[in-house]
């Protein structure tokens, strides 16, 4: 796809020889390669599975930051548009299905921890967050948001480089009132409780469908 132009000949050839195989067969070619001009990569991996940049050795053996696109696609920067980044206790686990796709193993969910995102956008350059599974969130009475991080202490102004210092890192949390309401069936920013609406970004995901996701601007 290097030649748009020179695949779109090739594409409207194809396309005719299909249709002439099976005249049944309904073809929107120009609506066909209109989505085909953007793509979406998703990556796999969370930001500090990251070999580079990850909380190693705890991290996988590639690029799975908004990088690794480049890399693994050798597609240049410049052709890189938005960058979504997509924020995912026991409770959390369950009510979420929490568990590794490959594996079956228990994911470890915590609190919504602003200082790891901060850093993660400093990586990815988000264009925005989507906020996904806001309904396990349904049944707390609170809800915890992890604001700065302490060592000795001592605030330090960003995420630790290396595993010794974080594993002194006491989280200092910010507790938000929870809103015991169920938002499943929300499909407009303004069928949100009003607590919950304090704490969402750009996507709001509420179920497991795709049309369970909002968007809010």
């Known amino acids: ?107 470890r969910c915590g609190w919504l921890d602003l200082v790891l995102i901060k850093y993660a956008h400093m990586i990815n350059g988000f264009t925005a967050l989507a906020l996904t599974k806001l309904d396990i969130l349904d049944v707390m009475d609170e809800i915890k948001v992890g604001v700065a991080y302490k060592v000795d202490n001592e605030s330090i102004p960003h995420f630790p480089a290396n595993q010794e210092v974080l594993h002194r890192v006491d989280v200092q949390y910010e507790t938000l009132p929870g809103w015991k309401s169920d938002t499943s069936l929300a499909r407009k920013f303004e069928e949100l409780p009003e607590n919950a609406k304090s704490y969402v970004l750009k996507w709001i995901g509420v179920g497991k469908s795709r049309e369970s996701m909002i968007q809010l601007f």
Request: aromatic letters at 8%.
């Open 1 to 107: 796809m290097s030649d748009f132009t020179q695949f779109s000949e090739r594409y409207k050839v194809l396309a005719q020889q299909y249709k002439s195989m099976y005249p049944t067969l309904e073809i929107d070619i120009e609506g066909e390669l209109l989505r085909l001009k953007k793509i979406l990569v998703e990556g796999a991996n969370a930001a500090l599975l990251d070999i580079d940049f990850g909380t190693y050795p705890f991290v996988t053996s590639s690029n799975c930051t908004v990088g690794g696109v480049c890399t693994g696609l050798g597609m240049p920067p410049r052709n890189v548009g938005e960058v979504y980044g997509v924020e995912i206790g026991e409770l959390l686990q369950t009510r979420g299905k929490e568990v590794g796709v490959t594996t079956g193993r228990k994911r």
